[in-house]
C-alpha cells in the first residue's frame, strides 16, 4: 500500500491493483466541427486538460501501468441510441447527422476517434460506450475484475456529464476512485469546481481529488 496527498484525505491505493482511466478524449468533443460545438459550447474551456492527460498517460506507461480510454459513440444504424438521447441538444444537427468530420458521434468516424495527442497505444483498453457512465452497455466492470484494478485516476471530459456519471457509477460498484483536478474540464468552469467539490464532500462522498503533479510526483518514485 501507498498513499497520495489528496483530498479530502490521503489516497491509499495498491500499485499492482491501479489504473489511469481517460474519458471521452475524442475529435467530436474537443475539435472544431465536432458533437460539442454543434451544440454551441466554447471548446477553448477544455482545452487545458489535454497536455495534463498526455503526460498522466506518458507517467502510467513508463511506470508499466494500464491506460484505459473510452469513447462515447453509437453504432452507425444508430440502434444504441435512445431516442431521448437523439432528440437532445441541437434540433437542426443531431447525433448520427453528417458534420465536417463525418457523422457526428459516430463509431468509427473521424470525430470519434481520439485526439492525437490522447491516442491509445495498440495494447491498450478502448471502451466505447454509448451512454454518459462508462458501465452502462460495455465490458467494463468485467474487464477490472479480472485484472484485479480496484483503484481508477479518473480524467476527460467534460467534468460534470461523462467523468463525473462514471466516476460515481464506479463508486457504486465498490472502486476507489481519484478525479484529477487539473486533468479534466469541462465547457463551464463553475461546473468543473463545483464537481470538484461534490465529490469530496461529505467526506469523500464520491471519492478523492488531487492535482496531476502530485501523482506524476508519485510514479517517479515507483
Ligand atoms: N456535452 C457534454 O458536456 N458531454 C457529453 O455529452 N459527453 C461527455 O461528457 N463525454
Not at 501507498?2 to 483530498?7: G, L, N, R, V
Not at 465536432?34 to 482545452?47: K, V, W
Not at 495534463?52 to 444508430?78: M, N, S, W, Y
Request: charged share 25%; hydrophobic share 35%.
Amino acid at each position: 500500500m501507498t498513499a497520495i496527498d489528496a483530498k479530502p484525505f490521503p489516497y491509499h491505493f495498491d500499485i499492482d491493483h491501479i489504473a489511469l482511466v481517460c474519458i471521452d478524449m475524442q475529435r467530436d468533443f474537443c475539435l472544431p466541427g465536432g458533437f460539442a460545438e454543434s451544440l454551441g459550447n466554447n471548446l477553448s474551456n477544455i482545452q487545458p486538460c489535454i497536455p495534463v492527460i498526455a503526460k498522466l498517460q506518458e507517467g502510467f506507461r513508463k511506470a508499466g501501468l494500464p491506460v484505459i480510454h473510452t469513447k462515447e459513440c453509437h453504432k452507425p444504424d444508430l440502434s444504441d441510441l435512445p431516442t431521448a438521447k437523439r432528440n437532445r441538444g441541437n434540433p437542426k444537427i443531431k447525433i448520427g447527422d453528417p458534420g465536417p468530420m463525418g457523422r457526428i458521434l459516430i463509431d468509427g468516424e473521424e470525430g470519434s476517434d481520439f485526439i492525437p495527442d490522447c491516442q491509445p497505444l495498440e495494447h491498450e483498453l478502448v471502451v466505447a460506450k454509448p451512454g454518459k457512465d462508462t458501465f452502462y452497455g460495455t465490458n467494463f466492470h468485467e474487464y477490472l475484475m479480472r485484472r484485479n484494478i480496484t483503484n481508477l485516476i479518473i480524467t476527460g471530459v467534460t467534468t460534470e456529464v461523462c467523468v463525473q456519471t462514471t466516476m460515481r457509477c464506479a463508486n457504486d460498484r465498490g472502486y476507489d476512485c481519484l478525479l484529477v483536478e487539473d486533468g479534466t474540464d469541462s465547457f463551464f468552469p463553475e461546473f468543473k469546481e463545483a464537481t470538484l467539490k461534490s465529490v469530496v464532500a461529505q467526506g469523500g462522498i464520491v471519492g478523492w481529488t488531487c492535482s496531476s503533479d502530485k501523482i506524476l510526483d508519485h510514479l517517479a518514485t515507483l
